[in-house]
Protein backbone atom coordinates (compact mmCIF):
# COMPACT_ATOMS: atom_id res chain seq x y z
CA UNK A 1 0.00 0.00 0.00
CA UNK A 2 1.19 3.78 -1.01
CA UNK A 3 1.70 5.47 1.99
CA UNK A 4 1.37 8.53 0.68
CA UNK A 5 -1.72 7.86 -0.75
CA UNK A 6 -2.36 6.51 3.00
CA UNK A 7 -1.57 9.87 4.10
CA UNK A 8 -3.39 11.75 1.55
CA UNK A 9 -6.80 9.58 2.57
CA UNK A 10 -6.60 10.42 6.19
CA UNK A 11 -7.89 13.75 5.17
CA UNK A 12 -10.67 12.41 3.49
CA UNK A 13 -14.18 13.44 5.52
CA UNK A 14 -17.10 11.42 5.50
CA UNK A 15 -20.78 12.53 6.12
CA UNK A 16 -23.03 9.85 7.98
CA UNK A 17 -26.49 10.78 9.18
CA UNK A 18 -25.94 14.60 8.01
CA UNK A 19 -22.95 14.61 10.37
CA UNK A 20 -19.29 15.06 9.59
CA UNK A 21 -17.13 12.58 10.92
CA UNK A 22 -13.28 13.63 10.59
CA UNK A 23 -10.76 11.12 10.45
CA UNK A 24 -7.68 11.61 12.55
CA UNK A 25 -5.22 8.81 11.75
CA UNK A 26 -5.14 8.40 15.89
CA UNK A 27 -8.05 6.94 16.69
CA UNK A 28 -11.55 6.29 15.46
CA UNK A 29 -14.32 8.09 16.20
CA UNK A 30 -16.47 5.86 17.78
CA UNK A 31 -20.12 7.52 16.34
CA UNK A 32 -18.99 5.91 12.76
CA UNK A 33 -18.97 2.51 14.59
CA UNK A 34 -22.72 2.98 15.99
CA UNK A 35 -24.31 4.97 13.50
CA UNK A 36 -27.66 3.65 11.37
CA UNK A 37 -26.83 3.51 7.52
CA UNK A 38 -29.46 4.28 5.25
CA UNK A 39 -28.21 2.94 1.62
CA UNK A 40 -25.96 0.25 0.49
CA UNK A 41 -23.89 2.88 -1.03
CA UNK A 42 -22.65 4.46 1.82
CA UNK A 43 -22.17 0.59 3.85
CA UNK A 44 -19.91 -0.18 0.75
CA UNK A 45 -17.81 3.65 0.90
CA UNK A 46 -17.81 3.48 4.82
CA UNK A 47 -16.05 -0.30 5.21
CA UNK A 48 -13.77 0.75 2.64
CA UNK A 49 -12.69 3.92 4.74
CA UNK A 50 -12.49 1.56 7.64
CA UNK A 51 -10.14 -0.90 5.97
CA UNK A 52 -8.23 2.60 4.55
CA UNK A 53 -7.68 3.65 8.32
CA UNK A 54 -7.07 0.68 9.82
CA UNK A 55 -4.18 0.11 6.88
CA UNK A 56 -2.82 4.14 7.64
CA UNK A 57 -2.91 3.17 11.51
CA UNK A 58 -0.89 0.31 10.86
CA UNK A 59 1.67 1.12 8.28
CA UNK A 60 1.80 4.87 9.70
CA UNK A 61 3.38 3.79 12.56
CA UNK A 62 6.90 2.31 10.96
CA UNK A 63 6.71 4.94 8.58
CA UNK A 64 10.22 6.58 8.02
CA UNK A 65 10.14 10.40 8.59
CA UNK A 66 9.87 11.86 4.96
CA UNK A 67 9.59 15.68 3.61
CA UNK A 68 5.80 15.43 3.16
CA UNK A 69 5.27 13.89 7.19
CA UNK A 70 7.75 16.87 7.79
CA UNK A 71 5.88 19.08 5.84
CA UNK A 72 2.41 18.06 7.00
CA UNK A 73 3.71 17.97 10.75
CA UNK A 74 5.38 21.54 10.13
CA UNK A 75 2.23 23.37 8.39
CA UNK A 76 -0.20 23.80 11.27
CA UNK A 77 2.09 24.47 13.84
CA UNK A 78 3.35 27.59 11.63
CA UNK A 79 0.07 28.41 10.80
CA UNK A 80 -1.80 28.29 14.44
CA UNK A 81 1.60 30.18 16.03
CA UNK A 82 1.40 32.78 13.37
CA UNK A 83 4.98 32.46 12.13
CA UNK A 84 5.48 33.68 8.88
CA UNK A 85 8.12 30.60 7.98
CA UNK A 86 8.84 27.41 9.98
CA UNK A 87 11.88 25.51 8.54
CA UNK A 88 13.58 22.26 9.81
CA UNK A 89 16.06 19.54 9.07
CA UNK A 90 16.42 15.83 10.27
CA UNK A 91 19.81 13.89 10.12
CA UNK A 92 20.05 10.10 10.90
CA UNK A 93 23.23 8.24 12.15
CA UNK A 94 23.38 6.76 8.21
CA UNK A 95 23.76 10.15 6.86
CA UNK A 96 19.73 10.53 5.93
CA UNK A 97 19.15 14.22 5.91
CA UNK A 98 15.04 15.21 5.94
CA UNK A 99 13.94 19.00 5.26
CA UNK A 100 11.04 21.04 5.28
CA UNK A 101 10.36 24.58 4.65
CA UNK A 102 6.58 26.07 5.70
CA UNK A 103 5.37 29.57 5.21
CA UNK A 104 6.71 32.47 3.82
CA UNK A 105 10.69 33.83 4.08
CA UNK A 106 9.50 37.46 3.33
CA UNK A 107 5.95 38.41 3.90
CA UNK A 108 5.80 41.29 2.28
CA UNK A 109 7.06 40.34 -1.03
CA UNK A 110 4.99 37.09 -0.26
CA UNK A 111 8.78 34.97 -0.86
CA UNK A 112 8.65 31.25 -0.18
CA UNK A 113 10.80 30.30 2.66
CA UNK A 114 13.42 27.45 1.40
CA UNK A 115 16.12 25.38 3.16
CA UNK A 116 19.14 27.57 2.03
CA UNK A 117 18.48 31.26 2.91
CA UNK A 118 20.51 32.52 6.39
CA UNK A 119 18.56 33.67 9.95
CA UNK A 120 21.09 34.94 12.38
CA UNK A 121 21.84 32.07 14.75
CA UNK A 122 21.39 33.71 18.12
CA UNK A 123 23.18 32.00 20.51
CA UNK A 124 23.34 28.65 18.64
CA UNK A 125 26.64 30.32 17.81
CA UNK A 126 27.69 29.75 21.84
CA UNK A 127 28.31 26.12 20.66
CA UNK A 128 30.70 27.28 18.10
CA UNK A 129 32.47 29.19 20.23
CA UNK A 130 32.86 26.58 22.49
CA UNK A 131 33.90 24.27 20.51
CA UNK A 132 36.71 26.40 18.79
CA UNK A 133 38.10 26.70 22.23
CA UNK A 134 38.33 23.46 23.03
CA UNK A 135 40.06 22.73 19.60
CA UNK A 136 42.93 25.54 21.10
CA UNK A 137 43.24 23.29 24.29
CA UNK A 138 43.60 20.53 22.46
CA UNK A 139 46.20 22.37 20.05
CA UNK A 140 47.79 23.63 23.75
CA UNK A 141 47.16 27.56 22.70
CA UNK A 142 45.18 27.41 26.13
CA UNK A 143 43.84 25.49 28.87
CA UNK A 144 40.71 25.28 30.00
CA UNK A 145 42.25 25.88 34.12
CA UNK A 146 44.02 29.68 32.48
CA UNK A 147 43.34 32.52 34.22
CA UNK A 148 41.44 34.87 32.35
CA UNK A 149 43.55 37.51 33.42
CA UNK A 150 46.51 35.48 31.93
CA UNK A 151 44.96 36.94 28.64
CA UNK A 152 42.36 40.30 29.00
CA UNK A 153 44.38 41.69 32.08
CA UNK A 154 45.12 45.07 30.40
CA UNK A 155 41.80 45.57 28.51
CA UNK A 156 40.15 48.45 30.45
CA UNK A 157 37.10 46.76 31.93
CA UNK A 158 39.15 43.67 33.61
CA UNK A 159 39.50 44.88 36.96
CA UNK A 160 35.98 46.01 37.37
CA UNK A 161 34.26 42.54 36.38
CA UNK A 162 33.01 40.97 39.53
CA UNK A 163 35.26 37.78 40.37
CA UNK A 164 37.73 39.23 37.72
CA UNK A 165 40.73 37.85 40.17
CA UNK A 166 39.53 33.82 39.64
CA UNK A 167 37.25 33.56 36.25
CA UNK A 168 39.17 30.90 34.52
CA UNK A 169 38.26 29.96 30.76
CA UNK A 170 36.45 26.70 31.78
CA UNK A 171 34.26 29.05 33.85
CA UNK A 172 33.44 31.24 30.71
CA UNK A 173 32.30 28.35 29.15
CA UNK A 174 29.83 26.97 31.39
CA UNK A 175 28.36 30.44 32.52
CA UNK A 176 29.53 29.53 35.96
CA UNK A 177 31.68 32.75 36.48
CA UNK A 178 29.64 34.84 38.12
CA UNK A 179 28.74 37.59 35.64
CA UNK A 180 26.04 38.97 35.17
CA UNK A 181 24.08 39.80 31.44
CA UNK A 182 24.23 42.75 29.50
CA UNK A 183 20.36 42.32 28.38
CA UNK A 184 18.94 42.53 31.67
CA UNK A 185 20.93 45.87 32.89
CA UNK A 186 19.08 49.50 32.85
CA UNK A 187 22.06 50.67 31.06
CA UNK A 188 21.45 48.46 27.97
CA UNK A 189 17.71 49.33 27.93
CA UNK A 190 18.22 52.91 28.19
CA UNK A 191 20.89 53.30 25.47
CA UNK A 192 18.87 50.68 23.20
CA UNK A 193 15.95 53.54 23.56
CA UNK A 194 18.69 56.51 23.01
CA UNK A 195 20.80 54.88 20.15
CA UNK A 196 17.47 53.99 18.29
CA UNK A 197 15.66 57.30 18.79
CA UNK A 198 18.77 59.23 17.80
CA UNK A 199 20.24 57.52 15.47
CA UNK A 200 17.52 55.17 13.99
CA UNK A 201 19.09 52.01 15.22
CA UNK A 202 20.78 50.11 18.29
CA UNK A 203 24.57 48.83 17.91
CA UNK A 204 27.34 48.78 21.05
CA UNK A 205 30.93 47.55 20.56
CA UNK A 206 32.02 44.66 22.53
CA UNK A 207 33.87 46.46 25.34
CA UNK A 208 30.46 48.36 25.88
CA UNK A 209 28.49 45.15 26.20
CA UNK A 210 30.91 43.40 28.38
CA UNK A 211 31.23 46.94 30.94
CA UNK A 212 27.70 46.83 31.48
CA UNK A 213 28.95 43.72 33.73
CA UNK A 214 31.33 45.56 35.42
CA UNK A 215 31.03 47.48 38.32
CA UNK A 216 28.51 44.66 40.16
CA UNK A 217 28.89 42.45 42.39
CA UNK A 218 29.18 38.92 41.27
CA UNK A 219 26.18 36.58 41.41
CA UNK A 220 27.82 33.96 42.57
CA UNK A 221 31.45 32.46 43.86
CA UNK A 222 33.49 31.54 40.88
CA UNK A 223 32.31 28.03 39.80
CA UNK A 224 29.44 27.95 42.48
CA UNK A 225 26.07 28.34 40.51
CA UNK A 226 24.68 29.03 36.85
CA UNK A 227 23.96 32.41 35.16
CA UNK A 228 23.68 32.68 31.27
CA UNK A 229 25.62 35.19 30.16
CA UNK A 230 26.52 36.22 26.96
CA UNK A 231 28.98 39.41 28.27
CA UNK A 232 30.84 36.38 29.67
CA UNK A 233 31.01 35.00 26.19
CA UNK A 234 32.17 37.98 24.43
CA UNK A 235 34.92 38.52 27.40
CA UNK A 236 35.62 34.43 26.30
CA UNK A 237 35.96 35.52 22.30
CA UNK A 238 38.33 38.47 23.65
CA UNK A 239 40.68 35.15 25.36
CA UNK A 240 40.32 33.77 22.07
CA UNK A 241 41.97 36.69 19.97
CA UNK A 242 44.55 37.16 22.73
CA UNK A 243 45.63 34.05 23.08
CA UNK A 244 45.85 33.17 18.90
CA UNK A 245 46.53 36.31 17.39
CA UNK A 246 43.81 36.09 15.32
CA UNK A 247 40.44 37.07 14.50
CA UNK A 248 37.94 34.87 15.99
CA UNK A 249 35.68 34.75 12.32
CA UNK A 250 38.69 33.87 10.43
CA UNK A 251 39.57 31.37 13.40
CA UNK A 252 35.92 29.40 13.14
CA UNK A 253 36.16 28.95 9.58
CA UNK A 254 39.49 27.68 9.28
CA UNK A 255 39.05 25.48 12.28
CA UNK A 256 35.28 24.13 11.99
CA UNK A 257 33.16 25.89 9.12
CA UNK A 258 35.74 25.13 6.14
CA UNK A 259 36.93 21.32 7.51
CA UNK A 260 32.94 20.28 8.17
CA UNK A 261 31.97 21.84 4.92
CA UNK A 262 29.31 24.38 7.22
CA UNK A 263 29.28 26.12 3.94
CA UNK A 264 26.06 28.15 4.63
CA UNK A 265 27.47 29.26 7.96
CA UNK A 266 28.52 32.90 7.84
CA UNK A 267 29.75 35.05 10.49
CA UNK A 268 27.73 38.37 11.07
CA UNK A 269 30.74 41.18 10.59
CA UNK A 270 28.96 43.59 8.53
CA UNK A 271 25.32 45.52 9.61
CA UNK A 272 23.65 44.40 6.20
CA UNK A 273 23.78 40.71 6.04
CA UNK A 274 23.26 39.38 2.01
CA UNK A 275 20.75 36.53 1.51
CA UNK A 276 19.21 36.15 5.11
CA UNK A 277 15.34 36.15 5.44
CA UNK A 278 13.50 39.28 6.70
CA UNK A 279 12.91 38.20 10.90
CA UNK A 280 10.01 39.56 12.27
CA UNK A 281 9.20 41.02 15.48
CA UNK A 282 5.25 41.06 16.64
CA UNK A 283 4.54 41.47 12.98
CA UNK A 284 6.89 43.81 12.28
CA UNK A 285 9.29 43.38 9.89
CA UNK A 286 12.77 44.15 11.19
CA UNK A 287 15.24 44.96 7.82
CA UNK A 288 15.54 48.01 6.40
CA UNK A 289 15.35 49.16 2.40
CA UNK A 290 19.50 49.54 2.97
CA UNK A 291 19.25 45.62 4.17
CA UNK A 292 20.49 46.90 7.64
CA UNK A 293 18.65 45.85 10.99
CA UNK A 294 17.07 47.89 13.42
CA UNK A 295 19.61 45.79 16.07
CA UNK A 296 23.00 45.99 14.68
CA UNK A 297 24.06 42.54 14.26
CA UNK A 298 27.13 43.09 14.38
CA UNK A 299 27.34 43.42 18.21
CA UNK A 300 26.46 39.76 19.16
CA UNK A 301 30.15 38.22 17.88
CA UNK A 302 30.89 35.50 20.19
CA UNK A 303 27.38 35.57 22.20
CA UNK A 304 25.95 33.99 18.89
CA UNK A 305 27.29 35.62 15.81
CA UNK A 306 26.62 33.62 13.37
CA UNK A 307 23.78 32.94 9.73
CA UNK A 308 23.17 29.59 9.58
CA UNK A 309 20.00 27.71 8.84
CA UNK A 310 18.47 24.05 10.43
CA UNK A 311 20.43 21.98 7.63
CA UNK A 312 23.81 23.49 9.09
CA UNK A 313 22.89 23.20 12.34
CA UNK A 314 22.19 19.51 12.56
CA UNK A 315 25.33 18.49 10.24
CA UNK A 316 27.55 20.85 13.06
CA UNK A 317 26.10 19.02 16.17
CA UNK A 318 25.94 15.42 14.79
CA UNK A 319 29.62 15.79 13.56
CA UNK A 320 30.82 17.59 17.17
CA UNK A 321 28.96 14.47 19.09
CA UNK A 322 30.26 11.84 16.80
CA UNK A 323 34.30 12.80 17.28
CA UNK A 324 34.30 14.43 13.79
CA UNK A 325 35.39 18.01 14.77
CA UNK A 326 36.96 17.65 18.67
CA UNK A 327 38.35 14.05 20.19
CA UNK A 328 35.74 11.63 21.83
CA UNK A 329 37.39 12.75 25.31
CA UNK A 330 37.02 16.38 24.66
CA UNK A 331 32.91 16.39 24.10
CA UNK A 332 32.82 14.44 26.66
CA UNK A 333 34.20 16.89 28.75
CA UNK A 334 31.83 19.30 26.79
CA UNK A 335 29.07 17.76 28.03
CA UNK A 336 29.95 16.61 31.50
CA UNK A 337 31.51 19.78 32.76
CA UNK A 338 29.80 22.81 34.25
CA UNK A 339 28.50 23.74 37.49
CA UNK A 340 25.37 20.97 38.15
CA UNK A 341 22.27 21.69 40.35
CA UNK A 342 21.75 18.75 42.44
CA UNK A 343 18.48 19.76 42.58
CA UNK A 344 18.09 19.74 39.02
CA UNK A 345 19.80 16.36 38.21
CA UNK A 346 17.85 15.89 34.64
CA UNK A 347 19.56 19.14 33.11
CA UNK A 348 22.69 21.53 33.15
CA UNK A 349 25.01 23.37 31.35
CA UNK A 350 28.09 22.26 29.91
CA UNK A 351 31.06 23.92 27.66
CA UNK A 352 28.48 25.44 25.45
CA UNK A 353 25.88 23.17 25.23
CA UNK A 354 22.95 22.16 27.43
CA UNK A 355 22.73 19.16 28.50
CA UNK A 356 19.35 17.60 29.20
CA UNK A 357 17.04 14.01 29.67
CA UNK A 358 19.56 13.24 31.92
CA UNK A 359 22.45 13.97 30.08
CA UNK A 360 21.20 11.59 26.62
CA UNK A 361 20.62 15.09 24.98
CA UNK A 362 22.88 17.94 24.01
CA UNK A 363 21.08 20.67 22.74
CA UNK A 364 21.46 24.60 22.51
CA UNK A 365 18.47 27.81 21.38
CA UNK A 366 18.84 30.93 19.95
CA UNK A 367 17.48 34.33 19.87
CA UNK A 368 17.87 37.37 17.59
CA UNK A 369 15.81 40.11 17.16
CA UNK A 370 12.62 38.92 14.55
CA UNK A 371 14.57 34.87 14.88
CA UNK A 372 14.46 31.59 17.07
CA UNK A 373 16.47 28.62 16.41
CA UNK A 374 16.89 25.52 18.20
CA UNK A 375 19.20 22.02 17.69
CA UNK A 376 18.96 18.89 19.68
CA UNK A 377 21.50 15.90 19.64
CA UNK A 378 19.88 12.33 20.66
CA UNK A 379 23.17 10.47 21.91
CA UNK A 380 21.44 7.28 22.29
CA UNK A 381 19.94 7.02 18.78
CA UNK A 382 22.67 9.65 17.22
CA UNK A 383 19.12 11.76 15.85
CA UNK A 384 19.64 15.42 14.96
CA UNK A 385 16.98 17.85 14.98
CA UNK A 386 17.00 21.74 14.33
CA UNK A 387 14.05 23.80 13.64
CA UNK A 388 14.19 27.74 12.74
CA UNK A 389 11.85 30.40 12.26
CA UNK A 390 11.79 34.20 11.06
CA UNK A 391 9.99 35.69 14.25
CA UNK A 392 11.32 35.63 17.56
CA UNK A 393 8.40 35.61 20.56
CA UNK A 394 7.00 33.12 22.74
CA UNK A 395 7.39 30.24 20.55
CA UNK A 396 8.60 27.29 22.26
CA UNK A 397 10.56 25.19 19.43
CA UNK A 398 11.65 22.64 21.97
CA UNK A 399 8.28 21.36 22.11
CA UNK A 400 8.48 21.37 18.07
CA UNK A 401 11.51 19.62 18.41
CA UNK A 402 9.41 17.20 20.66
CA UNK A 403 7.30 16.11 18.07
CA UNK A 404 9.61 15.91 15.36
CA UNK A 405 11.59 13.84 17.32
CA UNK A 406 8.61 11.20 17.63
CA UNK A 407 7.88 10.87 14.17
CA UNK A 408 11.65 10.21 13.60
CA UNK A 409 12.74 7.90 16.20
Do not use: C
Amino acid sequence: MDFVFLRDFVRLSIRINSREVAWSGVRLVPSVLDSPLHNRDTMVRTRLSLIFVALLLSQGKAAKLDEDLLTELLTPIQIEQEMPGLRAAVLYSDGALIQSAVGLADVENNIPLDHDIGMPGGSTGKSFAATLVMLLAEDGTLTLDDLASDWVSDESWFKDLPNHEDIRVHHLLSHSSGLSDYPSTTRYMVLSIWRALRHGGIRFTRDELIEMAANKKPLFPVGEGFAYSDSGYLVLGKVIEAATGRDYYELIQDRVLKPQNLHQVRPQNVSALPNIAPGYTRGARNLRKDGTMKVDPISEWTGGGLVTNPTMLVRFFSALAGGAIVKPETFESMKNSGWQDPTSPDWHYGFGLFVTHHGNVVEHGGLWMGYRSHVRHYLDDQLTIAVQTNRDGSINLEAIVDQIAKRAQ
